[in-house]
């Protein structure tokens, strides 16, 4: 992770204050990974579980960089400028909590354990011809990444859009310190990363902690999602679902061309896309737009044009056949949405492509036994699955014809290669660490 910050001055000045240190040289940028370090950039040196960033202060002075943020000073390194805290990580956090003060625009934050990114990068685009509008890049969602996030903050922004990341229960109360959101939403709730939360009832409580620390602000309720429904709320709500009930609702149609369309409280959207999520998506986004300012007849123009992040649900074509790269990452949720998605493509066959996932504790082989359930009852007719973990889907979907396991991504890729056809339809889905966009990238299908 890196930025480049947008007033350096003024960040020397909120440093000193917070450290007691007034760092020399003018810090101008500041990285979290050495290899991203450049002149003038303050390196953040934080202790993983696997690696230590400590090791790397040689790379940093190699590099020119303006300093580093370590918990323990380097002697043997006094060519580079050190400054010791406590915590680097709950220091820059501290930082970034107190550059945001200065702010008084509304401020966005989004959690969930699906749709985060789109949803933000959907409110970002509808917004975005009347906002200059400041928001998160990348995975910049965590304890390190938020704080950053926050410090490109400048003053011509006028709106804020931030993503909340978590892994571990707390997180997002923490998060939700250093943000200080005006606004905030849930897109949904749903068994991940129970590795480190343990139970789903961790998970709820967790994403809860965004609406718990918006006492003041607004809180954009979820009423589909049961588990969102019955969180406390000690602000100001709306609600937004589909059916007939919320402050926004809507319904999925098809125009008399057989395109997809949304009925938001009364007012017909055409979409880009079939993709049921992506409505999903595009409600909460419209409930929090029309809601800070986006007028009902600019909504249709302003989502024209748009496009889904890279690696969530997005679209391709490699020949003639069609592709859903939803790589970026993978529950069951999101997997089940996948393959509702898949069913509304016009495809000769229709094949799941499906790698581990990860983080699930005691509960992963059982979550992949419902992914293969799923795929069997989605009516799938193929299954293609990667990695020791997916095996249990591979048993679970014996129902479906052609049903392949690999032990590695290049053993699939060819047999994937020589199985496909003109008029196939693939959906490719499974956790960040399995890097599946790379099938698609090696695939070669004209």
């Not at 749709?115 to 890049?137: N, P, S, W």
Request: proline residues 5%; glycine residues 10%; negative net charge.
């Amino acid at each position: 992770m890196r930025i480049s910050l947008p007033e350096p001055a003024e960040f020397a000045t909120l440093f000193a204050a917070i450290t007691s240190i007034s760092p020399d040289p003018l810090i101008t940028g500041i990285c979290s990974d050495s290899r991203e370090c450049r002149p003038g950039d303050l390196y953040l040196a934080i202790r993983g579980e696997q690696v230590d960033g400590h090791r790397f202060l040689p790379q940093i002075s190699a590099s020119h960089g303006a300093g580093a943020l370590v918990d323990t000073l380097d002697d043997n390194n006094s060519l580079l400028s050190q400054y010791r805290v406590n915590d680097p990580v709950k220091t820059i956090g501290e930082i970034g909590r107190r550059w945001r003060q200065q702010f008084d625009f509304p401020v966005v934050a989004i959690t969930g354990s699906n749709g985060k990114t789109t949803t933000k990068e959907l409110l970002a685009h509808l917004l975005g011809g009347q906002f200059a509008v400041h928001r998160t890049r990348g995975n910049f969602n965590t304890s390190v990444g938020l704080p950053l996030t926050l410090l490109e903050m400048a003053g011509n922004h006028q709106l804020s859009i931030l993503e909340l990341g978590a892994n571990h229960p707390g997180d997002i109360a923490y998060l939700t310190g250093l943000a200080h959101p005006t606004h905030g939403l849930i897109t949904n709730i749903a068994p991940a990363h129970l590795e480190g939360f343990g139970t789903i009832e961790k998970v709820v409580q967790t994403k809860g902690e965004l609406f718990a620390g918006l006492a003041e602000g607004t809180c954009f309720v979820n009423i589909d999602d049961p588990r969102i429904g019955n969180l406390p709320i000690p602000g100001r709500s709306l609600t937004y679902g589909f059916g007939s009930k919320g402050n926004f609702y809507a319904r999925p149609e098809f125009d008399a061309e057989d395109q997809p369309i949304l009925i938001i409280n009364g007012r017909r959207v055409t979409l880009p896309t079939t993709n049921p999520v992506f409505a999903r998506n595009l409600l909460a986004a419209t409930a929090v737009a029309v809601t800070l300012g986006l007028e009902w007849n600019d909504l249709q123009e302003r989502l024209t044009g748009f496009e889904p992040p890279s690696g969530r649900a997005r679209v391709l074509q490699n020949g003639q056949v069609t592709i859903i790269d939803d790589s970026y990452n993978a529950n069951l949720n999101s997997v089940r949405a996948g393959l509702e998605y898949l069913q509304t493509l016009p495809a000769r066959r229709r094949i799941l492509v499906f790698g581990d996932m990860f983080e699930l504790g005691d509960a992963a082989e059982d979550l992949h036994r419902q992914v293969g359930e799923a795929a069997a009852t989605a009516g799938i007719d193929a299954l293609f699955t990667v990695g020791p973990l997916s095996r249990s889907t591979n048993r679970a979907a014996a129902a479906v014809d052609t049903n392949f396991h690999f032990d590695d991504k290049a053993e699939l890729t060819s047999e994937l290669n020589h199985f496909v056809q003109s008029g196939d339809a693939l959906l490719v889905k499974g956790s960040r660490g399995m890097a599946m966009e790379t099938i698609i990238e090696n695939l070669d299908l004209n």
